[in-house]
T-cell receptor, first 113, second 111 residues
Framework: EAGVTQSPTHLIKTRGQQVTLRCSPISGHTSVYWYQQALGLGLQFLLWYDEGEERNRGNFPPRFSGRQFPNYSSELNVNALELEDSALYLC????????????FGSGTRLTVV | DAKTTQPPSMDCAEGRAANLPCNHSTISGNEYVYWYRQIHSQGPQYIIHGLKNNETNEMASLIITEDRKSSTLILPHATLRDTAVYYCIVSSSGNTGKLIFGQGTTLQVKP
């Protein structure tokens, strides 16, 4: 069974640019979660999508947004990139809204210069 | 979601059992205890979870006290590959989708 896949694995962007990160959940999982892990910091909850709808978002500005497609894959968009957006962005998926735990992908390492 | 308290670091000899404690004294009745681990720069890996009863799987055992205010993750025979940051999380994530990751315990398994 394929795990949660994220693309790209690494990218470098310039401050002020926009970026789109992609996530494919495990087959059969309907919930997708996004987390940010800045260097040396803990994982911070960004967004939760379930059945195509945004169900919850963390304490991040509106320039962080996303969507979930009918096939349950998801995109995370970050506009007007700032240096402090440099981080590992992790996607996770689950069935039953996470009751039996989440499966995380390996993440996208974003560097903003 | 309830908060958790874990020791910042622990050492364990290879081949010995690693016992990682977690306090969650404000846990609510509908909150589960989850354990994840994160090996450097990788995504967190789900280990085990439980509500009231002790649980065991191929990776670990989870012991939850009767009052549910604390738990212990047991890795029965630690290997060098078990060196990681271990996170104890309590959550009714089905309602919010949010897991609150604290600082975790850095487990160093030594030869």
């Amino acid at each position: 069974e394929a795990g949660v896949t994220q693309s790209p694995t690494h990218l470098i962007k310039t401050r002020g640019q926009q970026v789109t990160l992609r996530c494919s959940p495990i087959s059969g999982h309907t919930s997708v979660y996004w987390y940010q892990q800045a260097l040396g910091l803990g994982l911070q909850f960004l967004l939760w999508y379930d059945e195509g709808e945004e169900r919850n978002r963390g304490n991040f500005p509106p320039r962080f947004s996303g969507r979930q497609f009918p096939n349950y894959s998801s995109e995370l968009n970050v506009n007007a990139l700032e240096l402090e957006d440099s981080a590992l962005y992790l996607c996770a998926s689950s069935s039953l809204r996470g009751l039996y735990g989440y499966t995380f992908g390996s993440g996208t390492r974003l560097t903003v210069v | 979601d309830a908060k958790t308290t874990q020791p910042p670091s622990m050492d364990c000899a290879e081949g010995r059992a690693a016992n990682l404690p977690c306090n969650h004294s404000t846990i609510s009745g509908n909150e589960y205890v989850y354990w994840y681990r994160q090996i450097h720069s990788q995504g967190p890996q789900y280990i085990i979870h439980g509500l009231k009863n002790n649980e065991t799987n191929e990776m670990a055992s989870l012991i939850i006290t009767e009052d549910r205010k604390s738990s212990t993750l047991i890795l029965p025979h630690a290997t060098l590959r078990d060196t990681a940051v271990y996170y104890c999380i309590v959550s009714s994530s089905g309602n919010t989708g949010k897991l609150i990751f604290g600082q975790g315990t850095t487990l160093q398994v030594k030869p």
